[in-house]
């Protein structure tokens, strides 16, 4: 018998659920996790063309303790159970004139989308990743958790909080086997970041290219590999670990 590995069907008969699942590095990571056998949910609050064909789509907004019911309850309900959670969902407005103008009311919304969406879906499908055999948690950061810019401190504050949980949830949940990691994109190309830099003088791809080591911005497919080997077997002695994923850029 070969011991060699067969990426192609090595997530076979496992269940996933990706939010911010229906464009940009969430399409990605379910089309990977798709392209390995995985069975994947993907929640958003609209489905688009973006949305894997494969995947089964549930709709719900992940910055209301509402809509994360709703995610997880039909989640769960089309998988049978659960695997691999992915909590991609998150995003943030620019402030280029300082972290004084952002309004308290988008401090409330940045937390709301990049951390308690994490926390309170992680909390709702727990149950379900404590029968599995192979439970897996991916949260997307951002390296702005850890690179200070006041136009996006109220973004970067919750990844750098969605950090700091990560990590602590990886310890509590380790004694039970379930695996809890983190991977922080650096400047990728989706619908996101081309609205960001459509809108934002003096953030266009060529800006950012001079910034990142690897001369190029990243694919979300980049980040959907990373994504892949964590959730998988070859990562099974991975957790409480944060994978920059930025082309060099944090390694300055
Ligand atoms: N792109 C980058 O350069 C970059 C860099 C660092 C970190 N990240 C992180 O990577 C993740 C994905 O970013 P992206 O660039 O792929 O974003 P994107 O292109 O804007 O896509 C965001 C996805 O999240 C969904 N979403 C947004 N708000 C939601 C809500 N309240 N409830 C449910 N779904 C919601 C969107 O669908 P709906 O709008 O229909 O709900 C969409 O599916 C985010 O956590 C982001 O912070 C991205």
Do not use: C
Not at 77 to 90: H, Q, R
């Amino acid at each position: 018998m070969s011991n060699k590995l067969d990426l192609a069907k090595e997530l076979i008969g496992r269940r996933a659920l990706v939010t911010g699942g229906s464009r940009g590095i969430g399409a990605a990571i379910a089309q990977r996790l798709l392209d390995a056998g995985t069975q994947v949910v993907v929640a958003a609050r609209i489905s688009n063309d973006d949305t894997p064909a494969g995947a089964t789509f549930v709709s719900g907004d992940v910055a209301t303790s509402e809509g994360v019911e709703a995610i997880a309850t039909k989640a769960l309900a089309a998988l049978g159970g659960l695997d691999i959670l992915v909590n991609n969902a998150g995003g943030g407005r620019a402030f280029l004139e300082g972290s004084w103008t952002i309004p308290d009311k988008e401090w409330h919304d940045s937390f709301a989308l990049n951390l308690f969406a994490a926390i309170r879906l992680t909390n709702a499908v727990l149950p379900a990743l404590r029968t599995s055999k192979a439970a897996a948690v991916v949260n997307i950061s951002s390296v702005a958790a850890t690179m200070p810019f006041g136009p996006f401190a109220h973004y970067g504050a919750a990844k750098a909080a969605l950090n700091y949980y990560s990590r602590t949830l990886a310890m509590e949940l380790a004694p039970s086997g379930i695996r809890v990691n983190v991977v922080s994109p650096g400047v990728i190309s989706t619908p996101g970041s081309a609205e960001f830099a459509k809108t934002t003088p003096g953030f266009s791809s060529d800006d950012w290219v001079r910034n990142i080591p690897l001369s190029r911005i990243g694919a979300p497919e980049d980040v959907a590999e990373v994504v892949a080997l964590l959730v998988s077997d070859r990562g099974k002695y991975l957790t409480g670990v944060n994978y920059g994923v930025d082309g060099g850029m944090t390694a300055r």
